[in-house]
Every structure is written in structure tokens, then in C-alpha cells.
């Protein structure tokens, strides 16, 4: 039972175009919502999260938007750069219990220069 | 922030035998967690590491095959036990300041079983 989907497993985009990394989720107890990167031989690296009282979270390039009512968020990279280039991952934690993250299936992303 | 130190990096273990892996997180956390990543596949969560007693695992997951010890707030290991080659995968060790803010993770222990 996957909970956290990233239905696109790969995305390429030109280098100063924005890159849309989707994310849907079932749970409807999970109320915190992050995004990783992750290159190769590494951990993976926290971006940014959203609360779900927000609708939308900015920093730099990256903003963060979640629609409740869908169970879907996406991460928006603006402008794009060929160090984006790596593997996204959404996750999602709940209220309650051991508030535990779960993954989601991760989208590789390659910004072209 | 915390920074993780997960040791070894890598290894190649023969069948049959043990591997413990350690997580060192430079500051006290609230939470700790132990995820596998298997070749081309999502974090899949295996525990959570709870101080001073027993992990609490995942469906899927028990504890005589992954034990598990969080002695303190900064520290916790995590054993593959009696390995086979399905359990070659990256394993990763995470830790959570608090709730509601981010995890950070550990660089990931790259076991090959042969």
C-alpha cells in the first residue's frame, strides 16, 4: 500500500525553465509534507516542507504547493539549473503515533543545459 | 540542523553473516529512523529508534532480522542479520529535531551481499 506517489518517475527540463514535480498522497491524517533531493552515493537532502493550514511555502527557487482537497502537492524549481539534476523525493508525516516520514517513489529530474 | 555520521559507508558481507551499522547525529534528537532504499526503489521505512527501549517496526520488518539499539539521544545502531542477497540495498539512518520539522540523513551504508 504505497500512501505517497510520484506518478512521473522521470521529468527533463531546459536549464531556466521551471520543473513541476507532482505528489499524491491518501493518508488523510498526514499533515506534513517535505521534499528531498537526492544525488547518487548520498543521503538525501531536505528542500523544503509545507504544513497542511498552508497552501503554499516559498524559498528561493523553490516553492511548495499543497491542495488539501486533492491529497496532491508539487514542488516548483524556478529557473531551473543543471545542478537540480538529481532524484526528488515527496514525503508525508501524520498526526499522532511514532510520526514517522514516508517516502514517496521519488521522480528523477535532468535540467538540460 | 543535525549532522549525521553513518559508518561503514560501504561493505560486502558473505551470506549467512551480520552487519551492525552505526548512526551518530552530532546534536540530541527527538526522533531517530532506519530506512532501506533497495536499487531503483523509494525510502522504504524499516523502524523507528526509540530511546531506552524497543524499535518499533514497520510491517514487514522484525526485530529478530534488524535489531535495533538507541542507547542515547545522539546515537543507534542497526543490525542486517543472517544476510542474504535480497538485503543488499542502501540502508539509511534519519533523526528528527522535533515534531513537524524536517529529517536529516545520514550519507547511507551501501551493503552487497554475495
Known amino acids: 500500500d504505497q500512501q505517497v506517489k510520484q506518478n512521473s518517475p522521470s521529468l527533463s527540463v531546459q536549464e531556466g525553465r521551471i520543473s513541476i514535480l507532482n505528489c499524491d498522497y491518501t493518508?488523510?491524517?498526514?499533515?506534513?509534507f517535505l521534499w528531498y533531493k537526492k544525488y547518487p552515493a548520498e543521503g538525501p537532502t531536505f528542500l523544503i516542507s509545507?504544513?497542511?493550514?498552508?497552501d503554499k511555502n516559498e524559498d528561493g527557487r523553490f516553492t511548495v504547493f499543497l491542495n488539501k482537497s486533492a491529497k496532491h502537492l508539487s514542488l516548483h524549481i524556478v529557473p531551473s539549473q543543471p545542478g537540480d539534476s538529481a532524484v526528488y523525493f515527496c514525503?508525508?508525516?501524520?498526526?499522532?503515533?511514532?510520526?514517522?516520514?514516508?517516502f514517496g517513489t521519488g521522480t528523477r529530474l535532468k535540467v538540460l543545459a | 540542523s543535525a549532522v549525521i555520521s553513518q559508518k561503514p559507508s560501504r561493505d560486502i558481507c558473505q551470506r549467512g553473516t551480520s552487519l551492525t551499522i552505526q548512526c551518530q547525529v552530532d546534536?540530541?534528537?527527538?526522533?531517530m529512523f532506519w530506512y532501506r532504499q533497495q536499487p531503483g526503489q523509494s525510502l522504504t521505512l524499516i523502524a523507528t529508534?526509540?530511546?531506552?527501549?524497543?524499535?518499533?517496526?514497520e510491517s514487514g520488518f522484525v526485530i529478530d532480522k534488524f535489531p535495533i539499539s538507541r542507547p542515547n539521544l545522539t546515537f543507534s545502531t542497526l543490525t542486517v542479520s543472517n544476510m542474504s542477497p535480497e538485503d543488499s540495498s542502501i540502508y539509511l539512518c534519519?533523526?528528527?529535531?522535533?515534531?513537524?520539522?524536517?529529517?536529516?540523513f545520514g550519507q547511507g551504508t551501501r551493503l552487497t551481499v554475495v
Open positions: 509545507i504544513s497542511s493550514i498552508k
Open positions: 534519519s533523526a528528527g529535531l522535533t515534531r513537524n520539522t524536517e529529517a536529516f
Open positions: 514525503a508525508a508525516s501524520a498526526v499522532g503515533g511514532t510520526y514517522k516520514y514516508i
Open positions: 529508534a526509540n530511546q531506552g527501549s524497543e524499535a518499533t517496526y
Open positions: 493518508n488523510s491524517m498526514f499533515d506534513y
Open positions: 546534536s540530541q534528537v527527538t526522533m
